[in-house]
């Protein structure tokens, strides 16, 4: 059982940054394979970003490429997505997840475990 806790959402304007954290507890939060996804109204769940258990390998949304950093901190078993050039659009829910494996995948209903969901809200 993994527990994840996501933070540093909220309002930022067009253009802005901002900073989200995932917090892991539970088993061994290095063997997961990492992922973020995001949830506007009225739409399905989507991929943002994911990272292997190493860190070495990242995979992006192309949405988001070049504007979004995924990492991970095995030691203090955190991972963060910074966030920059934000549009309206980004304006979601945002959540952590964590699967089992090594393989990237795009799909929410492969991952396993998943946060409570913090909201960015960007304005225009």
């Known amino acids: 059982q993994v527990q994840l806790v996501e933070s540093g959402g909220g309002l930022v304007q067009a253009g802005g940054s901002l900073r989200l954290s995932c917090a892991a507890s539970g088993r061994t939060f290095s063997s997961y394979l990492m992922g973020w996804f995001r949830q506007a109204p009225g739409k399905e769940r989507e991929f943002v970003a994911a990272i292997r258990w190493s860190g070495s390998i990242t995979y992006y949304a192309d949405s988001v490429k070049g504007r979004f950093t995924i990492s991970r901190d095995n030691a203090k078993n955190t991972m963060t997505l910074q966030m920059s050039s934000l549009k309206p659009e980004d304006t979601a829910v945002y959540y952590c997840?964590?699967?089992?494996?090594?393989?990237?995948?795009?799909?929410?209903?492969?991952?396993?475990?998943w946060g409570q969901g913090t909201q960015v809200t960007v304005s225009s």
């Open positions: 997840a964590a699967k089992q494996g090594a393989g990237i995948e795009t799909l929410a209903s492969l991952y396993l475990y």
